[in-house]
């Protein structure tokens, strides 16, 4: 099993991922993004349901015509891991 971010690993999402919402109770980091209309916000979903597969790590989220929000945690483990690091900057870089 995956361990949980450290106390201190926490500490520093801010600056490590700066896009990214830290939830209040740790376990869930959260970006929102919008696009010119629906159909670039879906062809952005689509890639990052490519880079999930591949990384076998999925995200909750939701999608409202131009926008799509994005949650990460590693329901596994019960809270945040590297594995939530890696996806969020694979999806920053795509974004
Ligand atoms: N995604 C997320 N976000 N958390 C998980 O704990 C998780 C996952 N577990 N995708 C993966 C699938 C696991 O069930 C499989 C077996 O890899």
Do not use: C
């Not at 201190?8 to 010119?36: C, H, Y």
């Not at 409202?64 to 996806?87: F, N, Q």
Request: net charge neutral.
């Amino acid at each position: 099993m995956i361990a949980v971010l450290t106390e201190a690993e926490r500490a520093n999402l801010p600056a490590s991922l700066p896009q990214w919402q830290v939830a209040p109770d740790g376990k869930t980091i959260m970006r929102r993004f919008r696009f010119a209309d629906f159909s670039t916000a879906f062809a952005f979903m689509t890639r990052v349901a490519l880079l999930a597969e591949a990384q076998q790590h999925h995200p909750d989220w939701s999608n409202v015509y131009d926008r799509v929000e994005i949650r990460l945690s590693t329901h596994d483990a019960g809270g945040l891991t590297a594995r939530d690091l890696r996806l969020a900057r694979a999806i920053d870089a795509l974004a």
